[in-house]
């Protein structure tokens, strides 16, 4: 199914350490276990209210990446580090009409060199990658992601781009 998605790239002249600082204080990490272990009860309510309590800017942080030790091991000395970002309660909110938007969810990031001094924050514009199902209801909810990952960033100091304010 051919669609376009349009990748952001944020441009800051904050450290790469700043950055990322920023989004891991913002985003926190999930500790699946625990998650495994609230989703087990069986209570939906509870999930909810779980997941509402660790992801204070609508976010968590499910998995991350630092390829690092192997891009160093082949020469690279940029930085870089990638992670998933969602909200199970969100993503649910898709699924329930179309179980292929786990293919878009949860949302890649990367944090990023590009040169000694210039660091760039990626991440896919969430409405246009949850448009390409033909489903409104998705698409909705793709748009409020739009709006979420707009106020990430402003919480974050860096420049939201036109496309976050337009959606």
């Not at 199914?1 to 989004?23: C, G, K, M, S, W």
């Not at 409020?144 to 100091?157: F, P, V």
Request: no cysteine; charged share 20%.
């Amino acid at each position: 199914i051919p669609h376009v998605v349009n990748r952001l790239v944020i441009a800051t002249e904050d450290t790469f350490d700043d950055v990322r600082q920023r989004y891991e204080s913002l985003v926190p990490t999930i500790d699946f276990a625990e998650l495994a272990g609230v989703i087990a009860t069986g209570d939906l309510a509870r999930v909810e209210q779980y997941t509402a309590d660790h992801a204070p800017n609508s976010f968590i942080n499910f998995w991350m990446l630092d390829p690092m030790p192997m891009m160093r091991l082949a020469g690279n000395q940029r930085r870089a580090i990638t992670y998933l970002m969602g909200n199970n309660v969100i993503a649910e909110s898709m699924f329930r009409h179309d179980p292929g938007i786990i293919l878009y969810a949860p949302l890649r990031t990367a944090i990023y060199e590009t040169t000694p001094s210039g660091v760039e924050f990626g991440i896919d514009q969430p409405s246009t990658k949850f448009r390409s199902f033909g489903d409104t209801r998705i698409a909705e909810v793709g748009a409020q992601l739009d709006a979420k990952l707009a106020q990430l960033l402003r919480l974050m100091s860096l420049p939201v781009p036109p496309e976050l304010i337009a959606a």
